[in-house]
């Protein structure tokens, strides 16, 4: 999906990112109640890292799928 110069988006600036805000959440999730409610923004982050992880797994599934080449050595 990215090809040529946009792979580094895809290879590094994708991955930085959610891993900068993985080491970043103690520090941006400082509420002290335990009720989702009040941390709405970060279980949204968080939601949104899981459905991204959901999405692309999908994705190669179904594409390994089509995949003859990938199939026979499989």
Known sequence: YFEGPAQ???????????????????????SASPRPERR?????????????IVALTAIALVEDAGNAEYQEKK
């Not at 930085?16 to 103690?26: D, E, K, S, V, Y």
């Open 8 to 30: 580094i988006l895809a290879v590094v600036v994708i991955p930085g990112l959610t891993m900068l805000f993985l080491f970043a959440l103690p520090w941006l999730d400082r």
């Open 40 to 52: 709405v923004g970060v279980l949204a982050g968080v939601a949104m890292i899981f459905a991204g």
